[in-house]
Nanobody, 123 residues
Framework: QVQLVESGGGLVQPGGSLRLSCAAS????????MGWYRQAPGKQRELVAA???????NYPDSVKGRFTISRDDAKNTVYLQMNSLKPEDTAVYYC?????????????????WGQGTQVTVSS
């Protein structure tokens, strides 16, 4: 089982940028597909960026062109660069690791999860 710790959240104005990091430990990082999910109050946990073991990336239309996921297997870390942030991006962001393909809606029973980091976009 892999352990995940997110960092980098905070308060940012609309149009601003943030970079989230997720450090992994406890298993062979390169074997996992990695993803970032977000969950706003009263909503499901949705996938906003995924990167496979081989480096293929996937984004929903809501963040495409604004968010970029990357991974550094030497550092056991996955990143999420978020640009042109909007108030609707406000949520708790979670890192996920799974040996199976990531699903559009995250569930606690699939893969490993970090504790989450709050991102608030507000003026």
């Amino acid at each position: 089982q892999v352990q995940l710790v997110e960092s980098g959240g905070g308060l940012v104005q609309p149009g601003g940028s943030l970079r989230l990091s997720c450090a992994a430990s406890g298993s062979i990082f390169s074997l996992y597909n990695m993803g970032w999910y977000r969950q706003a109050p009263g909503k499901q946990r949705e996938l906003v960026a995924a990167i496979t073991r081989g480096g293929s990336r996937n984004y929903p239309d809501s963040v495409k062109g604004r968010f970029t996921i990357s991974r550094d297997d030497a550092k056991n870390t996955v990143y999420l660069q978020m640009n042109s942030l909007k108030p609707e991006d406000t949520a708790v962001y979670y890192c996920n690791a799974d040996k199976f393909p990531l699903m559009p809606i995250g569930t606690l029973g699939r893969g490993s999860w970090g504790q989450g980091t709050q991102v608030t976009v507000s003026s």
